[in-house]
């Protein structure tokens, strides 16, 4: 962004907000020396964002925001399920299981595929089962087990993530 164009809307924002009277009327209540570092603060942390250090977490300091990527590409485990209706649908563990949703799906997605693959097996198939109890009318049959890589040198939004089948985990 040009800096001209930055320096503008952060001075029409200060502006905006010095003719708030709610933050006038807080400001006027502090200390001066509290007035000085928020000030020292609202101005410094915009000016050190438009002198090109933007990619830094605090412009100011020596450690920077995006430094710690991780090395080689991302990859994950996806699910869908074959219902018994026939119907292929992507099986999203998070929402169907409210209290053990997200700590399932999140152990889900980084299993081991090396050394655990049948306990990741039982594990699917307790959470189907578990499913189907609610919902007996169109009970998940087949599990399908996805792969999912994303390139991180070649990354171009959702479409760039390969997904490869992994295997079948039938439901009794």
């Known amino acids: 962004m040009n800096v001209w164009l930055e320096a503008g809307i952060y001075c029409g924002l200060l502006v905006w907000l010095a003719r ?9 209540a502090v200390s001066a020396p509290y007035r000085i570092l928020l000030g020292t ?13 933007n990619q830094w977490t605090y412009p100011w300091v020596g450690w920077a925001m ?49 050394g655990a693959i049948d306990a990741h097996d039982r594990m699917l198939v307790a959470l189907a089962e578990r499913y189907n109890r609610a919902h ?29 089948f992994q295997r079948e985990v039938g439901v009794n």
């Open 20 to 28: 708030q009277r709610p933050l006038l009327n807080l400001l006027r």
């Open 41 to 53: 603060l609202v101005v410094a942390l915009p000016a050190g964002q438009m002198v090109g250090r």
């Open 66 to 114: 995006y430094t710690g990527s991780i090395p080689g590409d991302v990859v994950y485990l996806d699910y869908t399920v074959v219902l018994a209706s026939g119907e292929e649908s992507d099986w999203p563990v998070a929402r169907l299981f409210s209290r053990i949703g997200k700590k399932v799906a999140w152990k889900l997605r980084t299993f081991d595929q090396d």
């Open 136 to 164: 007996a009318e169109n009970a998940v049959q087949t599990i399908r087990v996805w792969r999912c890589v994303v390139p991180m040198d070649e990354y171009h939004g959702r479409g760039s993530v390969r997904r490869e």
